[in-house]
């Protein structure tokens, strides 16, 4: 699992819970909430759906990490080989 | 209630197992055409069920749709064309002095449901739990996504009524608008009971849920052979006003609200009381100003389970005996029952009776049921009479709540 593995990932569950949205030309290095219509409620979402499909945990104090796919991929990165090690 | 204001039906938008709009729904109501589905129940195999297809995002978003409900989506779809079909400026249109008023038999029980099987998926461990859950599952829910979907400041709430929550709704609404809380009211009632099981369970566990080879002939109300409910989904929302603010608009007046009466039997929680639903209807003729004679058309509640059906026929009898022009039908042979939309939906697809003189039938009677044999009752073929002025509609549900709501052609004395 690459960092761009891990983008392309987020973007999956994004289309699932914004199917509105156009993530064509979504910038990595800027906030999801500035570039998409995402709200709290979408957020809690990708941690759902981080859980139920990929059997990742990102605890309330770490949301701030989702802030952007680059944050993502960095803070997720590690997540998914703890995973893929088991 | 001739001291307190006119209030009037200036739009209606629904949808139906078989329509998508009044004139598609009544179409198909005078042409004896039912639409009943055949549906894979969690648990409980193939039934028989009124499926609606209407298209949810032809004003919603897809992701309001996602998060939302199935009862959300039909109460958006229905108060959206109703308010096309009422002719308002609704940009001028003041949303706080507009209420909601949406009439459920129940809600809440498709998301639960929903959740409990997902967590049942992951060890039923209650984190994997929707944090949509209580938004969707409120009581208000209905009402509430139509005012954040129509910018709706005004109240809104739903009148858990069982199935005599149609009616519910347009009483509510009408008191609402005679207090002077509202100047606008969307009202009627909305139904996604078809995609909970429990109620599937509990009507075949009661010996109430219809089976029929074909399902189109599955909900007979009245015949010999009928064997319970047929469940479905649907809605129907009125646009209503104070009949004075309607004229000084210019309006199209589709109907106007002539009396009505909700009361309880006081008695079971499930077997009707045909005392107390003749008071129910008498009561409503009082207050409208009518007798029974003048009623053209009765819209009867009728379920199609063996008891409840001659129970109504017992009440309608007691009351409507001598009375040559009134004529009676039932709406639920069609599209069988619609839970808290039934009445609401089974007053639209009479209306159009003030206009063409039509009364549609109730259809799938093979052999009748000598207690249902009404005189008047339209058995179908829809009938051309001289005239229909007015309207009664009974709506019944469970713990003995009735309802009767009587409308009239507007301008008839």
């Known amino acids: 699992m690459t960092k761009e593995d891990i983008k392309q990932v987020v973007l999956d569950i994004i289309a699932d819970i914004a199917p509105d949205e156009d993530l064509s030309g979504v910038k990595p290095e800027v906030r999801l909430r500035d570039q998409l219509s995402l709200d709290s409620m979408d957020f809690l979402d990708i941690v759902m759906e981080l859980r139920k499909k990929h059997g990742i945990e990102v605890p309330e104090a770490d949301y701030v990490q989702l802030a952007s796919l680059d944050s993502c991929a960095e803070y997720l990165l590690p997540k998914f080989q703890a995973k893929a090690a088991k | ?413």
């Open chain 2, 1 to 413: 209630m001739s001291s307190k204001p006119r209030i009037v039906i200036t739009g209606l938008g629904l949808t139906a197992p078989n329509g998508n709009s009044l004139a598609e729904f009544r179409a198909n109501l005078l042409a004896g055409k039912a639409r009943i589905a055949e549906i894979d129940v969690r648990h409980m195999g193939r039934q028989p069920a009124g499926v609606c297809d209407f298209d949810a995002t032809k004003w919603q978003k897809r992701k309001e749709i996602r998060n939302g409900t199935r009862v959300g989506s039909i109460s958006i779809y229905c108060a959206r064309e109703a308010l096309a079909d009422a002719g308002l400026d609704w940009d001028r249109t003041d949303k706080s002095r507009v209420g909601v008023y949406l009439g459920i038999t129940e809600h809440g029980n498709v998301e639960t449901e929903n959740e409990i099987h997902n967590i049942s998926q992951f060890g039923n461990d209650t984190k994997y739990w929707t944090h949509h859950h209580n938004p969707r599952t409120v009581a208000n829910n209905p009402a509430g996504e139509v005012t954040m979907n129509l910018g709706i400041t005004g109240p809104h709430y739903t009148i858990g009524a069982a199935c005599a929550a149609g009616n519910a709704g347009l009483i509510q609404a009408a008191q609402m608008l005679q207090l002077g809380e509202v100047d606008l009211a969307f009202a009627g009632g909305v139904s996604e009971s078809i995609h909970t099981f429990g109620i599937f369970a509990g009507f075949k566990n009661q010996g109430a849920l219809a089976q029929h080879a074909d399902p189109n002939q599955a909900s007979r109300p009245f015949d010999k052979d009928r064997n319970g409910i047929v469940i479905s989904e649907g809605g129907a929302v009125y646009v209503l006003e104070r009949l004075d603010d309607a004229l000084a608009r210019g309006a199209r007046i589709i109907a106007e609200i002539a009396g009505w009466c909700i009361n309880s039997d006081a008695t079971d929680a499930v077997l009707p009381n045909p005392e107390r639903q003749t008071e129910c209807v008498r009561l409503a003729l009082a207050r409208a100003g009518m007798r029974p004679n003048d009623i053209h058309i009765v819209s009867t509640h009728a379920t199609a389970t063996a008891l409840g059906d001659v129970q109504e026929c017992t009440a309608l009898r007691t009351v409507f005996t001598g009375c040559p022009d009134t004529r009676i039908n039932n709406t639920k042979s069609f599209i069988g029952h619609c839970m808290g939309a039934a009445g609401a939906l089974e007053l639209a697809g009479n209306l159009p009776s003030f206009e063409d003189g039509w009364v549609h039938p109730t259809i799938n009677i093979t052999e009748i049921d000598p207690e249902c044999a009404l005189p008047g009752l339209v058995v179908n073929q829809a009938v051309r009479v001289p005239q229909v002025t007015a309207i009664l509609n009974n709506s019944f549900g469970m713990l003995g709540i009735n309802s009767a709501l009587i409308v009239k052609k507007y301008g008839v004395a």
